[in-house]
């Protein structure tokens, strides 16, 4: 059974004490393929550093993560976004959107670097990977803006309802689905039955929001599995036939 976790974030901090066994605990039940999403500049060294010992699992993304548009910041941010996509070693521009949690403040440069890194992933023909917090109507102004036959991606960790996830769907993105899908509270385990099992892909954001029953604790990427195994009760499915085609679903987006 092969398992792709399609957002982690494996060089976090939250791992420096046990990175390489954590990574063999993943390997072990079956991922074959981590797809790491980028934050900041600050981060970069990590993502390099991660990806040159594991060459032919861990695949990079390349982005400016909502939380971190700053005023002061953004735009030298973007600006090493861009250099860095120029080198055609990325798989996808992420991780991207909008979060309404943290900072209303700074909504519209959000907006403003959201719509850059967007046009900047249909020039090049690669995916997006969106964040979203508290904020779904603020990214679909955007991606209504944007929408086109090149736009095309993940909307990382969908926790939207019913008319958000066809809405998103409509948008030539796929659904992230990680541990909320195991949440007593999570809600989107009550229509997920309804969305085409091609729709989907897995993936855990770890270190935050491990699955039941690990809930409060470190995620892993290891805890994909769980994830798989929730789907299958979801959707009445052998959990072999959905990592199947979500595996499948997933290296079609990333073009591997």
Known sequence: MILIDTHTHLYSEEFESDRTQMMERALAVGVEHFFVPAID??????MKQIQQQYPQNVHLMMGLHPCYVKPETFEQELAFVEQELAKGTYVAVGEIGVD??????????????????????K?????????????????FEVLDQ?????????????????????????????????????????????YLDQIPLEQIVLETDSPYLAPAPHRGKRNESSYVAL??????????LPVEEIAQQTTKNALNIFKL
Request: charged share 20%; with cysteine; net charge neutral.
């Open 227 to 236: 994830v798989a195994q929730k789907l299958a009760a979801i959707y009445n």
């Open 146 to 190: 944007e929408k086109s036959d090149d736009l095309f991606g993940i909307f990382h960790c969908f926790t939207g309802d019913f008319n958000q996830a066809e809405r998103a769907l409509n948008l030539n993105m796929k659904l992230g689905i990680g541990g909320v899908a195991t949440f007593k509270n999570g809600k989107i385990d009550q």
């Open 123 to 139: 020039k090049l023909g690669l995916p997006i990977n969106i964040h979203c917090r508290d904020a779904f109507d603020e990214v």
């Open 100 to 121: 309404m949690y943290w900072d209303k403040s700074t909504l519209k440069i959000q907006q403003q670097a959201f719509q850059t890194q967007i046009q900047w992933a």
């Open 41 to 46: 500049s600050s981060y970069f060294n990590g």
